[in-house]
């Protein structure tokens, strides 16, 4: 009450109210001047979008060039009539006229595979060579940029041609000898569009002999083009001025061509979206300070009445801070201090108390939430919290550490052992919990760790119970593990192949072994498969069963994965015969930038990607996120293969075959061994061969051993095989040696299969 008595009245009321005060001014100044500059930034954010529009029209102005160029020059036709036999006739209308007539060009040229000019029309007539001479210094950028695939020292623009040509199904093949570039400059002075394409036939390739002829037109953005683009963008009195505008709301902004040159300014009336927050929200905000001042008052009237509210909002916020709001148990903090409690009371000269801490999760709880919704999972979390409760001892301390872990503590007697608290347990998940109207049967894993046995401090029982736990899910959960030294050793050793995997990658101690893939049409090595070793200076050789696990659940995979594509693909350019195949792990999809990675490494080597096989898992599809679908899309899209590994023995369904396109489907290792011991497996091995044959994918079979297995993988239609019948995983540095082994002899001889196999071995 004397607490009331001070806030109602007197000088800690006035400071509160002058405090108060200056805070509403200092707000009101601040709002005003937030809404004057959102209101400027909105109109300078209009006038740069406005401006990416424009710049977006151009490019697209160019990708709408180089269409109705590709309409005439992507032709057989036009391949025979101007490379085979120049008929000039044919070229005025097919080519002069129509470009001119048709679609406004200015200027026509083609060049010849010298990139000599064949051919000028300009001004709606045939002019000599001398008319391209002219501009040749101008085009020469295009023309180099389009012969080299480079920028040709120009402004790169996005290539909005290429991404609508996806229609090219049947006549696709154009597309791989197909070239062409597009970019804005000053021709004569003019700002204008320049568009240069190979002349490619688009139905019968062989007519293409030679270095292809080149189509380049010239479009001047005059005044009626650059009125036409405005009004596709709402823009329409968008002009090309040689001056900047001084009138108010007209935007000029300097426009320059893609060789650096200043062609003038591009002005345009731009809306003001910020506008209306200075004429309309401003003054509301104005009534809203002044309203807040007055209500202020009232609220200082009830500052008395609130300060009890507070006293008891205080007491109930120190209690969530000790227990958890779904259950109401007691959480890990709470938990903490009454263990370090119970030790401090059963201690003196004998040492801190003995007791148990026991750490338990509710089995598979996850799939509970996925599939019968979080708010059924939360419901069972607090039917387990009630029945545990109900089935230990009145002196048992329960705690609920988040999602589904619970915490016990008991305090015993030196005679007690863990047994007591394992058994109540286990009797309190014996029957289903009811929830919603519907009985859930459930697990839980328990582990346990005493004191003064496993630890004489909290943080080293809590930690011992937890690594405990760990162990009894790792067992297959549904049961009780007590703390052993064991556990923390072999926790500790995985932590150290951590710590020196870590270093080892940086250190460059880590290498890639490549297995052979041998065809079966030609026994040949057609293509090698990148492994991952790891050779340890001091323990040797460490298997990748145990040091890839590591990796994933240490979260090192992605720059584990990184490093081998980047190494792959470097080592690739030296077998540039050779496909490459290269596993790739589910932690590449979810956490990187697979595709902005491979982008990199093109970038970075000169390896086609078509070589490249990544293979992947079936257990990455169970995931058919949209992200996974437009990952894998995008990796064909850069050229990559795709390969589908293990096929059959994991979480097979025909439908990832329908939902996803693959180029390759691997035959797992257990089939192909199993062929000779089971008798089915040969029926299953030939099913899926013919399901990937029909399905227009090569076919690898994983694992041949000896030679009964490659001639059955052959006489079944498989189209390669790798194995240690063939060559276990070699150093890069050996796969010159063996594939002289193999490829060595003549066409058509199984060198492979012979009997005098004592030259591979010696190669690797």
């Not at 200027?107 to 008319?131: H, K, M």
């Not at 290269?582 to 080597?605: C, M, R, W, Y």
């Not at 399905?695 to 490659?710: K, R």
């Amino acid at each position: 009450m004397e607490t009331s008595a001070t806030i109602s009245g007197g000088p800690d009321l006035r400071r509160l109210t002058g405090v108060i005060g200056g805070a509403i001014a200092l707000a009101g100044v601040l709002l005003i001047a937030i809404i004057a500059y959102t209101g400027w930034i909105s109109n300078a954010s209009e006038v740069a979008a406005e401006h990416a529009r424009v710049e977006n029209a151009l490019n697209r102005s160019i990708a709408a060039a180089l269409d109705q160029q590709k309409s005439i020059a992507w032709w057989d036709d036009a391949v025979v009539n101007i490379a085979h036999k120049f008929d000039v006739d044919w070229v005025d209308a097919q080519f002069g006229y129509f470009f001119t007539e048709s679609y406004g060009h200015d200027e026509i040229y083609i060049l010849n595979a010298e990139d000599q000019p064949v051919y000028s029309f300009l001004n709606g007539a045939r002019a000599g060579p001398e008319a391209f001479f002219a501009h040749e210094p101008i085009l020469r950028g295009v023309i180099e940029g389009l012969r080299k695939g480079t920028s040709g020292g120009l402004r790169e623009r996005p290539d909005e041609f290429a991404a609508s040509q996806d229609n090219y199904n049947v006549l696709k093949g154009v597309l791989k000898s197909a070239r062409w570039k597009g970019n804005i400059l000053l021709v004569d002075g003019v700002p204008s569009i320049v568009a240069a394409i190979t002349i490619v036939p688009n139905v019968d390739q062989s007519l293409q002999t030679g270095t292809p002829y080149i189509l380049i037109s010239v479009i001047n953005l005059d005044d009626k083009l650059v009125a036409d683009l405005g009004r596709s963008l709402l823009l329409p009195d968008l002009k090309l001025s040689t001056s900047a505008s001084r009138l108010e709301g007209v935007v000029s902004k300097p426009f320059a061509v893609d060789d650096g040159q200043f062609a003038g300014y591009m002005t345009w009336t731009t809306s003001k979206p910020g506008q209306s927050l200075l004429t309309i929200i401003l003054p509301l905000v104005i009534i809203g300070v002044i309203g807040t001042g007055i209500l202020s008052a009232t609220m200082l009237r009830r500052l008395g009445r609130a300060s009890a509210e507070l006293a008891r909002r205080e007491a109930a916020a120190t209690y969530e801070a000790k227990h958890d709001p779904l259950s109401g148990l007691p959480n890990r903090h709470f938990f903490a201090l009454r263990t370090e409690k119970a030790l401090r009371q059963g201690g003196g000269r004998s040492g801190p108390a003995s007791v148990i801490v026991g750490y338990l999760d509710v089995d598979r709880f996850k799939d509970i939430n996925d599939t019968l919704g979080h708010h059924t999972g939360d419901e069972l979390i607090k039917r387990v919290a009630k029945r545990l409760k109900d089935y230990l001892a009145p002196s048992d301390f329960l705690a609920r550490f988040g999602g589904d872990e619970f915490a016990v503590l008991r305090s015993i007697s030196d005679d007690e052992a863990a047994k007591p608290l394992e058994k109540s347990i286990e009797a309190a998940f014996k029957r289903p919990f009811s929830v919603d109207g519907q009985d859930i049967r459930v697990t839980a894993s328990l582990g346990l760790a005493q004191s003064p046995e496993h630890g004489m401090t909290t943080d080293i029982l809590m930690q011992n119970a937890d690594i405990a736990l760990y162990e009894a899910k790792k067992r297959g959960r549904d049961q009780s593990v007590s703390f052993s030294d064991e556990m923390a050793g072999q926790l500790q050793q995985r932590r150290q192949v951590e710590l020196e995997l870590r270093e080892s990658l940086h250190a460059g101690e880590l290498e890639l072994h490549y297995q052979p893939i041998v065809s079966c049409a030609t026994n040949r090595i057609v293509g090698v498969e990148a492994l991952l070793r790891w050779f340890h200076p001091s323990k040797g050789s460490i298997p990748p069963a145990i040091f890839i696990p590591i990796a994933e659940e240490a979260g090192l995979m992605p720059e584990l994965g990184e490093w081998v594509l980047r190494t792959a693909i470097d080592n690739a350019a030296r077998w540039p015969e050779l496909d490459i195949a290269i596993n790739l792990s589910p932690a590449q999809f979810h956490h990187v930038d697979l595709e902005g990675l491979l982008k990199s490494l093109l970038e970075t080597s000169a390896v086609d990607p078509s070589r490249i096989t990544l293979e992947i898992t079936e257990g990455l599809l169970l995931d058919r996120s949209n992200k996974t679908h437009a990952t894998l899309q995008a990796i064909r899209n850069l050229g990559f293969q795709v390969a589908l590994d293990d096929f059959g023995t994991g979480f097979s369904s025909l439908r990832y075959l329908i939902d996803f396109r693959f180029d390759k489907l691997k035959i797992d290792r257990s089939f192909v061994s199993g062929m000779s011991r089971v008798g089915p497996a040969k029926t299953i091995v030939q099913t899926v061969i013919d399901l990937g044959r029909a399905l227009g994918m090569n076919v690898i079979a994983e694992g041949v051993e000896n030679e009964a297995e490659a001639l059955m993988m052959r006489a079944l239609g498989c189209h390669s095989m790798q194995g240690y019948f063939f060559s276990k995983p070699v150093p890069k540095a050996a796969i010159e040696g063996l594939l002289t082994a193999f490829n060595g002899t003549r066409e058509g001889e199984p060198t492979a299969w012979r009997d005098d196999r004592g030259a591979q071995k010696k190669a690797v």
